[in-house]
T-cell receptor, first 116, second 111 residues
Framework: GAGVSQSPSNKVTEKGKDVELRCDPI?????LYWYRQRLGQGLEFLIY????????KSGLPSDRFSAERTGESVSTLTIQRTQQEDSAVYLC??????????????FGSGTRLTVV | SQELEQSPQSLIVQEGKNLTINCTSS?????LYWYKQKYGEGLIFLMM?????EEKSHEKITAKLDEKKQQSSLHITASQPSHAGIYLC???????????FGQGTTLQVKP
């Protein structure tokens, strides 16, 4: 596709339920990143992928969070047993290069997660 | 603690005034990116800096990266209401491509 696509755009879930957030990067982009943004705050790094491998998972807040990427394409971020503090916008970004890219990173519109 | 610190956290300026936002890292940066975000919207790429001492400009916005590649500044000249939003600095901090962001600076421009 022309851009990074995230689904769903909005998700309201009950506390304790599991949720899956999906990211479709730009075709051919080898690097894929997940961030969490709470209201009025910056982007909190969660995890990134180079191809299907995740060199750094240190940003995942707890073992309730996991992510995978298949076919060097779509990625899924799963949150198990959701808590109210998980409420935030989850952003995905992708880029062509493995390290530094001159063209920046393309961000999706995000998934707004609300845990009630 | 934040690996990438932005200051100030928020800024209110009168239209027409100049302003500067700073981004400081405790580590040498492989690449530094500036983004703008309007409330409830996605991130817009502004500029990318990679070489020590590098400076880039786009319209009324200028970004610089210091010689040690640990600090960047974003300068807006003659601010306009359209400049309002959240400015985020992002940095690649490892040779494997890990990209992190500062806390953001919220800019309001009063007409």
């Amino acid at each position: 596709g022309a851009g990074v696509s995230q689904s769903p755009s909005n998700k309201v879930t009950e506390k304790g339920k599991d949720v899956e957030l999906r990211c479709d990067p730009i075709s051919g982009h080898t690097a894929l990143y997940w961030y969490r943004q709470r209201l009025g705050q910056g982007l909190e790094f969660l995890i990134y992928f180079q191809g299907n491998s995740a060199p750094d998972k240190s940003g995942l807040p707890s073992d309730r969070f996991s992510a995978e990427r298949t076919g060097e394409s779509v990625s899924t971020l799963t949150i198990q047993r959701t808590q109210q503090e998980d409420s935030a916008v989850y952003l995905c970004a992708s880029s062509t290069a493995g390290t530094v890219t001159n063209y920046g990173y393309t961000f999706g519109s995000g998934t707004r997660l609300t845990v009630v | 603690s934040q690996e990438l610190e932005q200051s100030p956290q928020s800024l209110i300026v009168q239209e027409g005034k100049n302003l500067t936002i700073n981004c400081t890292s405790s580590k040498t940066l492989y690449g530094l990116y500036w983004y703008k975000q309007k409330y409830g919207e996605g991130l817009i790429f502004l500029m990318m800096l990679q070489k020590g001492g590098e400076e880039k400009s786009h319209e009324k916005i200028t970004a610089k990266l210091d010689e040690k590649k640990q600090q960047s500044s974003l300068h807006i000249t003659a601010s306009q209401p359209s400049h309002a939003g959240i400015y985020l600095c992002g940095a690649v901090i490892s040779n494997t491509g890990k990209l992190i962001f500062g806390q953001g600076t919220t800019l309001q421009v009063k007409p």
